[in-house]
Each structure stands twice: as structure tokens, then as C-alpha cells.
């Protein structure tokens, strides 16, 4: 047990401020400061850890991202390094895709009214609005290329989207890179245990023959990209891309491999646990289950992922600028 003195070995400190400080010093002060601004401070230092490591980093990336503006900064994380593997919700795909092929999204407001915007073909994400009759018209291209193109096979998601981001590419001469392209460039992997589960689904069910995803390969995939090697998570929220990361090191064990689960973790959370779903999930619960490395180093910042995502890529690119 902590002496007395010990527990009041560090003092708090004030930040200070001046024109000009970068990300990276504000992220350093912050680190003496309290609350989530500690946390987010610490969250640069552990993915900073983990990239001098060796550390090989699966990104989780939930809701809609891309729409919401991060779309070019995770294709940087892609490009340069900074991550290894990105389990992604369809719609964060579908948005990047969407962007890519020349298509915008839009500033808007949450006090609107949604009839009216019903009216005029336009969905709303919060404060962004996106025009319908494109979405649907992407819908319909991403299911005419899947029958045209695609063998009459099942196809695990990363092979699916490593398909559809050449093609894209192809098709756009690199001019907007995205997540997609990007990843398929660098034949980086993407998973999508979800993807029915979005406007990629939709896209394929209206093409003419039917298309059979083999997400249990995806599963095998992911545990045999982690074995043997000391992983980092970087949760963008929870959902489905959560789980799906957090259950490697469980397909790991199964596969009769030793492993003392991931042993760096950060998360970027608004949910809370008591409800007892796995977006408010706690690091401490999942390592109950094996899945997260109850000696390693773990960060927990509660915050909009618009908000912490770029200012923690930030500093640790101006810590790491060549970190691959």
C-alpha cells in the first residue's frame, strides 16, 4: 500500500499558454493538469509508447466518422504508419467511398426541420447533411460493379473492400485519396464484421445474384495477425468495431496460442458502463476476459472522437513524424 508522501509525489501544475504552442507541447502540459484533459494527454503517450515499441495497432473506427470530417486524417494514419489494421463500421466506408467518387457532405444543424429535409431528398447525421438521391445512386454502382466484377465466391470484407478500393482508385486516378483507396494502395487491411449493416449492404442487395461474406475468416484473420505480437487498440468509439478487435486475443487462445491480451488500449468514449453494453465497456472489465492486458498501459478518454481523434493524432505525428 502507497505511503501517505508517496500518494503526493506529483503535484498538478497549472497550464500555461502562449501564441503559437503546438499540439504536442499543449498535449505535454496537459499531462500535469486533471480530469479528462489529463487523459487525453495520456492517450498521445500511450499510442507514442506503443509506435517506439514495435506495437502493432488496431484501430476501431464506429458511427460515421467520415461524414463527421476524419476521413482524411484516418487515410493519413493508414498511409504513414501510424496504425495496422482498421475494423471500420459499413457506413464509415460507405461515406469515404461516397466522397471519393466526387460527392460532398454538408454543414448543417441539429434544429431543423427533418420533414423538410425529408422533402428535399436530404438525411441528416446530427449536424451534416448528405443528398439522398446520391446516396442511393452509390447504392446502385457499388451493386452493379460487386456483379460485374466480383467472382461467384465468398469473399471475406477485407478482400471485398481491397477489391472495391482499386476499383475506385481506378476509377478516380487517386485524385480525392481516401480511407479505402488508401488501404488498398498499401494492401492494408480493413474489416467490416457489420457490413450488411449499412449502404454497402444496401448497394448489394440490389444487385442481380447474391454475395456471401465469409466473416468467420475474418475472425481468423484478425487472430493471426496478433499472434506473437504486442498489439495497441485505439477505440473511436465502441459498437461492433469494439468487439470485433477486443475478441482477437480471445481467437488467439483458441487457436492454442499463449497471450496476455492487448497490451496497450485507448479509447475515445461518450457511453457510460452501467448499462452494460460494450461501447461504455471499461478496459478493467475486459480483463476479466483475457482481452486486454491487465500490466499494460491503459487510457480511457471520455469525449467526442471529432474532438480527441485529431488533437492526439496531431501530437503524436509531431512526436513520430516517420514512425514505419
Given at each position: 500500500m502507497p505511503s501517505r508522501e508517496e500518494?503526493?509525489?506529483?503535484?498538478?501544475?497549472?497550464?500555461?499558454?502562449?501564441p503559437g504552442l503546438s499540439t504536442d507541447e499543449l498535449l505535454r502540459r496537459m499531462e500535469k493538469i486533471s480530469f479528462q484533459g489529463?487523459?487525453?494527454a495520456r492517450a498521445a503517450r500511450v499510442w507514442e509508447t506503443a509506435l517506439e515499441s514495435g506495437g502493432f495497432v488496431m484501430m476501431g473506427l464506429a458511427g460515421a466518422m467520415t461524414a463527421a470530417?476524419?476521413?482524411?486524417?484516418v487515410a493519413t494514419l493508414i498511409e504513414k504508419g501510424y496504425i495496422d489494421c482498421l475494423v471500420a463500421t459499413g457506413a464509415n466506408l460507405f461515406h469515404d467511398i461516397y466522397e471519393s467518387m466526387g460527392h460532398h457532405h454538408f454543414l448543417g444543424s441539429p434544429e431543423v426541420d427533418d420533414?423538410?429535409?425529408f422533402s428535399h431528398n436530404l438525411d441528416r447525421i446530427y449536424d451534416t447533411y448528405a443528398d439522398e438521391r446520391e446516396?442511393?445512386?452509390?447504392?446502385?454502382?457499388?451493386?452493379?460493379?460487386?456483379?460485374e466484377s466480383l467472382e461467384d465466391r465468398p469473399y471475406t470484407?477485407?478482400?471485398?473492400i481491397f477489391q472495391l478500393g482499386l476499383e475506385i482508385d481506378r476509377l478516380t486516378n487517386g485524385a480525392v485519396p481516401g480511407i479505402v483507396t488508401t488501404a488498398a494502395r498499401h494492401n492494408f487491411p480493413i474489416y467490416c464484421p457489420a457490413i450488411g449493416?449499412?449502404?454497402?449492404?444496401?448497394g448489394l442487395a440490389t444487385a442481380s445474384k447474391n454475395f456471401v461474406f465469409d466473416v468467420i475468416e475474418d475472425v481468423r484473420e484478425t487472430g493471426k495477425l496478433v499472434v506473437g505480437k504486442d498489439t495497441m487498440v485505439l477505440y473511436c468509439g465502441g459498437g461492433t468495431p469494439k468487439n470485433f478487435i477486443q475478441q482477437t486475443e480471445v481467437t488467439v487462445?483458441?487457436?492454442s496460442r499463449e497471450t496476455s491480451g492487448h497490451k496497450w488500449a485507448v479509447q475515445f468514449i461518450t457511453d457510460s458502463p452501467q448499462w452494460g453494453g460494450l461501447s461504455g465497456c471499461t478496459f478493467s472489465e475486459a480483463v476479466s476476459w483475457g482481452k486486454i492486458d491487465p500490466h499494460g498501459e491503459q487510457v480511457t478518454v471520455h469525449c467526442d472522437t471529432t474532438i480527441a481523434l485529431p488533437v492526439v493524432a496531431s501530437a503524436v505525428m509531431s512526436r513520430m513524424p516517420k514512425p514505419r
Amino acid at each position: 500500500m502507497p505511503s501517505r508522501e508517496e500518494y503526493m509525489y506529483h503535484r498538478t501544475e497549472p497550464i500555461e499558454l502562449e501564441p503559437g504552442l503546438s499540439t504536442d507541447e499543449l498535449l505535454r502540459r496537459m499531462e500535469k493538469i486533471s480530469f479528462q484533459g489529463r487523459q487525453l494527454a495520456r492517450a498521445a503517450r500511450v499510442w507514442e509508447t506503443a509506435l517506439e515499441s514495435g506495437g502493432f495497432v488496431m484501430m476501431g473506427l464506429a458511427g460515421a466518422m467520415t461524414a463527421a470530417g476524419m476521413r482524411s486524417l484516418v487515410a493519413t494514419l493508414i498511409e504513414k504508419g501510424y496504425i495496422d489494421c482498421l475494423v471500420a463500421t459499413g457506413a464509415n466506408l460507405f461515406h469515404d467511398i461516397y466522397e471519393s467518387m466526387g460527392h460532398h457532405h454538408f454543414l448543417g444543424s441539429p434544429e431543423v426541420d427533418d420533414e423538410e429535409l425529408f422533402s428535399h431528398n436530404l438525411d441528416r447525421i446530427y449536424d451534416t447533411y448528405a443528398d439522398e438521391r446520391e446516396f442511393e445512386s452509390l447504392d446502385h454502382w457499388i451493386g452493379q460493379w460487386a456483379t460485374e466484377s466480383l467472382e461467384d465466391r465468398p469473399y471475406t470484407t477485407r478482400e471485398f473492400i481491397f477489391q472495391l478500393g482499386l476499383e475506385i482508385d481506378r476509377l478516380t486516378n487517386g485524385a480525392v485519396p481516401g480511407i479505402v483507396t488508401t488501404a488498398a494502395r498499401h494492401n492494408f487491411p480493413i474489416y467490416c464484421p457489420a457490413i450488411g449493416d449499412s449502404s454497402i449492404g444496401l448497394g448489394l442487395a440490389t444487385a442481380s445474384k447474391n454475395f456471401v461474406f465469409d466473416v468467420i475468416e475474418d475472425v481468423r484473420e484478425t487472430g493471426k495477425l496478433v499472434v506473437g505480437k504486442d498489439t495497441m487498440v485505439l477505440y473511436c468509439g465502441g459498437g461492433t468495431p469494439k468487439n470485433f478487435i477486443q475478441q482477437t486475443e480471445v481467437t488467439v487462445k483458441l487457436i492454442s496460442r499463449e497471450t496476455s491480451g492487448h497490451k496497450w488500449a485507448v479509447q475515445f468514449i461518450t457511453d457510460s458502463p452501467q448499462w452494460g453494453g460494450l461501447s461504455g465497456c471499461t478496459f478493467s472489465e475486459a480483463v476479466s476476459w483475457g482481452k486486454i492486458d491487465p500490466h499494460g498501459e491503459q487510457v480511457t478518454v471520455h469525449c467526442d472522437t471529432t474532438i480527441a481523434l485529431p488533437v492526439v493524432a496531431s501530437a503524436v505525428m509531431s512526436r513520430m513524424p516517420k514512425p514505419r
